[in-house]
């Protein structure tokens, strides 16, 4: 775990407990990771959710004349880019010479800002303070099971990614044992960030929407597309998705 991650709950404690054997909702780690936990392949549940999500691009206004389109839908849309961008991260990490110099650092100072400004502050924002709102008014409690689950883990890619920060930051060329915590920080969020979007994907995503009413998952919708408004007025939105599409292009062949 990275330096500083923080310990709002113990894994083997109370939410172990209060998870089914077996729950999609376990956390995995790195060593024995099964991204196919629920026996579907991630890659065609993938392609299914896109045959029917505007691309991220659309408007949001277009989006809703789609009448099967959901507010989760969005959710999943921003998943596709986040696991390219992780794509992107790992690829670059493969790339890295004997010795860290201050290019390096520039670009992991990059990811670190697409990751803190589009699948934190701006995805993240939409889940923790929309989504799980909007699910904990209708029986889901944010203390236990899946909610609470997603949040611990939100908190724990924030340690990892704070740990990268610190790197990126660090004046001092990077030492072997450097070179070590990055990649271990790089790998791990990758695979924690890959299971909690699929956890999202297959489970908590479609339980939201059997169990929220029609009125609440449009009110939902609305957020979130008020969100999105006051970040493309801003042009905070639109910097995000270059940046993206920018570290994708440069380290995906």
């Given at each position: 775990m990275?330096?500083g991650?923080p310990?709002?709950?113990?894994?083997g404690g109370?939410?172990?407990r209060?998870?089914?054997?077996?729950s999609a909702?376990?956390?995995?780690?790195?060593?024995t990771?099964?991204h196919?936990?629920?026996g579907?392949?991630?890659?065609?549940?993938?392609d299914a959710?896109?045959?029917?999500v505007?691309?991220?691009?659309?408007?949001?206004t277009s989006?809703r004349?789609?009448?099967d389109v959901?507010a989760t839908?969005m959710?999943?849309?921003?998943?596709?880019?986040i696991?390219?961008?992780?794509?992107?991260?790992?690829?670059?990490l493969?790339?890295l010479?004997p010795?860290?110099?201050?290019?390096?650092?520039?670009e992991l100072?990059?990811f670190?800002?697409?990751?803190r400004g589009?699948?934190?502050a701006y995805?993240?924002?939409?889940?923790?303070?929309?989504?799980?709102?909007?699910?904990g008014?209708?029986?889901?409690?944010?203390?236990?099971?899946?909610?609470s689950?997603?949040?611990?883990e939100?908190?724990?890619g924030?340690?990892?990614?704070?740990a990268?920060n610190?790197?990126?930051?660090?004046?001092?060329?990077w030492?072997?044992?450097?070179?070590?915590?990055?990649?271990?920080a790089?790998r791990e969020?990758s695979?924690?960030?890959?299971?909690?979007i699929?956890?999202?994907?297959l489970?908590l995503?479609?339980m939201?929407?059997?169990?929220?009413p029609?009125?609440?998952?449009?009110?939902m919708?609305?957020r979130?597309?008020a969100?999105?408004?006051?970040?493309?007025?801003s042009g905070e939105r639109q910097?995000l998705?270059a940046?993206?599409?920018?570290l994708i292009a440069?380290?995906i062949?």
């Amino acid at each position: 775990m990275a330096p500083g991650a923080p310990q709002r709950q113990s894994w083997g404690g109370e939410l172990r407990r209060k998870t089914p054997r077996g729950s999609a909702f376990r956390h995995q780690p790195q060593a024995t990771a099964n991204h196919n936990f629920t026996g579907n392949s991630a890659q065609g549940r993938r392609d299914a959710d896109l045959d029917v999500v505007v691309p991220v691009r659309s408007s949001v206004t277009s989006q809703r004349k789609e009448k099967d389109v959901k507010a989760t839908d969005m959710l999943m849309t921003e998943h596709r880019l986040i696991e390219r961008a992780l794509d992107a991260m790992e690829g670059w990490l493969a790339t890295l010479g004997p010795e860290g110099d201050s290019d390096d650092k520039a670009e992991l100072a990059r990811f670190v800002s697409f990751i803190r400004g589009f699948a934190d502050a701006y995805h993240h924002s939409k889940e923790e303070d929309i989504l799980f709102v909007a699910m904990g008014e209708h029986g889901f409690p944010r203390e236990a099971g899946p909610i609470s689950v997603m949040l611990h883990e939100h908190d724990l890619g924030r340690s990892f990614v704070s740990a990268l920060n610190g790197l990126a930051q660090q004046p001092a060329s990077w030492s072997d044992e450097d070179r070590g915590m990055l990649a271990h920080a790089v790998r791990e969020l990758s695979t924690l960030l890959r299971q909690h979007i699929q956890k999202e994907d297959l489970v908590l995503y479609p339980m939201a929407d059997a169990r929220l009413p029609q009125s609440a998952q449009e009110e939902m919708f609305r957020r979130f597309q008020a969100l999105e408004e006051q970040h493309t007025a801003s042009g905070e939105r639109q910097r995000l998705l270059a940046l993206g599409d920018a570290l994708i292009a440069a380290h995906i062949r």
